[in-house]
Every structure is written in C-alpha cells, then in structure tokens.
C-alpha cells in the first residue's frame, strides 16, 4: 500500500522544467552542486557539493541533488532521498528540527553508502549519490543484478539502498556484505512505496522499524546505545520529510576512526585534493576543517601577494641583479621573492606552503 506524502525539494514532477534545470545548472558553476556524467548513457547525477554542506548554502536546487539523475530530454530517471539534516540541526528555514510535536516513524540508520538504482538498457544499475562507476556502484550493480531480475522492480519507482561493503565500513562491522532496502520513492516526487513490504516481496534486507513514543525517548536510547552495534535512525514524518539521529558512542567513536588532522589539511590544500577529505568527513568535523582552510590559505595569500610586490617593485625599480637582490633582502619574504623574481613561481609556492605548515592538531583535541 502506498503512503503520501510530500517530497521536500523543488516539485519536479517526473521532468523537470527548463527554468528549474538552468536554475540547477547555474549552481553547478558556482561549485553549489557537482554533475557528473555517465560514461556511455544520456545521464547525469546532481549531488550539492562540500562547498554547499560547510557554508550552509541550502535552497531547493540544493536540497533537491542528493543523488538525482536526469536524462538529456530532462526526465527524472531516479529520484533520491532529498538533503537529510541531522537531528538538532537547523534546516534551510532556519528551524531548528528538534522542536516537533508530532511522533514520526523511526528506521534504523546504516553504516554504509547510499545506492540510488536506474535503468541501464535492458538492467537495473545502482548508482552513489556523487558516481555511476566507483567501487561501491559496481559492487551494488552487480549484487542488485545477480539476485533480482528487473521485472520484480516497478519502473515508476527508485529504490533506494544502503550498500554494506567491508571496503565503505567506518565503525560497525557487519556480518554480511550486500544491499538493504531504505526506501522505494515515486519518480515524480508524490508518493512513496511501504519500504518493508516491498522488501519482503522482494526477498532482500531491509531497514527496520523501532517503536518508541517520541523523538525525546529515541534520542535516550542513542545516548546509552552502543556504537559499535548501531549508527542512529532515521526519524520519517507523515509528510516523507526526514531527519538524522546518531548514537553518541558512534559518532566518538566516528571522530577517533577518521583521525585527520591539522597537516593533513595542509598537505590536501597543497595538492588540491581538500575535495576528497571534504566528501567522507563526519558531519561534526566540517567547521573544525573548514577553519584551518580558510585560515591557511587566508595565510598563503597574504604571503604570495607581499612576496609578489616586493619582487615585482624590485624589477622595476632595479635593472642590475645587484640591486634587485639588495633590495629584496631589505623583507621578511625575500626567500619567496627572490624565487619569484628568478621566474621560479613554483618554488615559491612550495616555499610558502612549508613556511605555514601548522601545529600537529587532532579534532578529538580540541572536542
């Protein structure tokens, strides 16, 4: 039996407009959403970007990429969970989540990654929110494939999984590897499918269900719950509208896995990988990262734009390397302006990097 409900993210229906998918695709240039192609099909997955998650620059394009895959023609070809906000957390309005009346249905959380499935020819494929072809989504495709013929997957429908891995595992170590049923949702947005039934039709694993008579007694239990055993729930209102809830000892526990620290950060800037921490960071991290960003490359630039001017104002000024030099030594930053002057740019760069190379510093230190 279907529930209603209603999807909380722009009314797509089954295809979206041209206004919405420019309104879509403008974020994609400001580095608020990531796209990503399908290598051989007319498909491209929408997921909001780091950038989008630490500056909070939630609306409803954003909220709305969570995993979302569109064809050429601009139809829906799966439709995913919206953005999840945590529990406690402000969402876009500015509400705080926590101050609810009503007793939503409560689903256990998984510790692994989202699948999202789509047609792929005459089979179903799995996808992640952010790729069609990592490790993850070739191990989802072929267990999904393996096991369900598509005929048994109603097409107006996506199902949505959590794919258990030892590859994707953070704290708990399951028993089992494979994918368990989160949600089958309408591709136009309205309505969605009754997850465990169509689990049991199915034959497969699916999130269960926990009874407890309001948020307050969950959120007990997740202060005393084990972490190594349980992740959290997620809290479903009549509406489709969720939220997040994690177990204390599980996100402690979350913290001393993912140990990155202060010059991990600095390294990752330096390679421009900072992308990659940002995508698996626990979601308590993101300020503390974000702070020793902005205040190392606020640091950088001050030093390459000081270095930059007192080599540019020596050529300038001097023509013998004799006067350039004794000029350039009159400052603090004559190393880096004197490779700059020399045409050595990138030696500056790396001279730089290694003068702000911060203090060892965890997250569990200061938290």
Known sequence: MESAMTI???????????????????????????AVRHPTLPFTIYNYS???????????????????????????IARPFSKIFNYGEPDESGEEIENTTERPEFYHKLDGVLGITYPNDDEI???????????????????????????????EYTYLFEIIH???????????????????????????????????????????????????????????????????FVAKFSNGYRIKM????Y????????????????????????????????????????????????????????ANYIAKTALRRYSSKEDIARYIRLFPEKAIAFQIANGKKSKAETLVWKMIKPKYEKFSDKN
Not at 50 to 76: H, P, S, V
Not at 246 to 249: G, N, P, T
């Open 166 to 232: 030892p590859d994707s595992r953070i704290v708990i170590n399951y028993d089992f590897e494979g994918l368990v049923l989160l949600a089958v949702l309408s591709k136009d947005g309205t309505h969605e499918l009754n997850h465990i039934k169509e689990g049991l039709r199915l034959g497969m694993g699916f999130a269960r269900d926990m009874l407890f008579t309001d948020i307050l007694q969950a959120v007990s239990f997740l202060q005393e719950a084990d972490g190594r055993e349980i992740e959290g």
């Open 8 to 34: 909380h993210n722009i009314k797509l229906g089954s295809r979206i407009s041209a206004k919405d998918l420019a309104e879509v695709e403008s974020r994609v240039k400001q580095k608020m959403i990531k």
């Open 251 to 306: 996100v402690r526990m979350h913290r001393m896995i993912f140990h990155t620290s202060s010059k991990d950060i600095w390294l990752a800037l330096q390679e421009n990988r900072l992308e990659s921490i940002y995508e698996v960071l626990p979601d308590e991290m993101y300020d503390w990262v974000r702070d020793i960003e902005v205040d190392l490359v606020s640091q950088y630039n001050k030093l390459m734009e000081t």
């Open 125 to 155: 494929a799995v996808a992640t929110r952010g790729s069609f072809t990592n490790p993850q989504s070739q191990f989802a495709t072929q267990w999904l494939q393996d096991r369900i013929p598509p005929s048994k997957l109603k097409p």
């Open 50 to 76: 780091t950038k989008t998650q630490y500056e909070r620059l939630w609306d409803q394009y954003t909220i709305a990429c969570r995993g979302l895959i569109i064809d050429d023609d601009r139809n829906i």
């Open 246 to 249: 994690k177990a204390e000892d």
